[in-house]
């Protein structure tokens, strides 16, 4: 397919792919809705840092003026972290009509996936991934990042999930959906901001090597999706359950009060919990980050080697 028409990749990352060098892809949401400003554009170009330094080619991705861009320049990682343009949140559903408008957008992870796919990227790296929502059986908020993950053959390393989500039924959907969901070097799935979250991830892999062979077997096998490897936060970094789960509580008891739903959700509870931990929920989620680069990054250059 050509999609010159609306993906445009940056030189650098095209010439890695062109050579056949592992790139990692990286959602932009975090960037311009997950962090406050300006530790979200610091944390961005930090992330690219550590992804290079870790042997791989970085590629951020978001779109502008109605191009799906992959790999931002500096001006442009800018240009999606600046609060005052208020860039909306793309997902699968928005960005045909956001590419025929010509409009701009940060990238959520099915968004990215989407456009990592296009470009021939196979693992990226994400803040956050959605889920099912606490209360999805009366409101019916489940992510579409989950369905994405279904039909898109993109890895995507991250640190589990929140548990503003509920983390046992979004283990129970990518079941369903078939998407394998990998503990990297842990039997629990990790809940983000602590190491466990008291449910069994599928398989745990300890290396990049077994991970990206695992990858590999599921392209052979010709699965359609792509594959959920969840790295836990450093020991170090590790918030006090109790502290963060009363907050999540806390913030999910005001969004219901103000009636917060659709894609406000997420970023809601996020700035919420921040206020209650005093901003160490935000440290807790930089230094995450910054450990999923480095994981990710070997993951790309093992699986660039087996090519
Ligand atoms: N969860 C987080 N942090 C995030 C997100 C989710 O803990 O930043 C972002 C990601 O970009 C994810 C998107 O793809 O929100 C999912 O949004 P929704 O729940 O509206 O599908
Ligand atoms: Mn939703």
Redesign the pocket.
Known sequence: MDYTEFLEISPEVKEALAANRPVVAL????VA??LPYPVNIETGLKMEEIIRENGAVPATIAMLDGKLKVGLSREELHHIGDPSLHLA?A?RRDLPVLAAQGKSS???????MIAAHMAGIEIMT??????V?RGAERTM?????LEELAVTPVLILCAG??A??DLGLTLEYLETKGVPVVGYQTEDFPA?FTRKSGFPAGHRLDTPEQVAAAFQMERRMGYPGGMVVANPIPEEYAMDEKLIWGAIDEAQREAEEQGIT??Q???F??SKVSKITQGRSVEA?LELSYANCRVAAKIACAYAAMK
């Open positions: 959602e932009s949401v975090m809705h997950g949140k997902s940060a990238t959520t992870v099915s968004a990215t994400a803040g956050g991934l959605g889920g929502h908020d489940i992510s579409t990042d999930a929140k503003i989500l983000f659709g894609k959700v997420t970023p509870l996020l989620n």
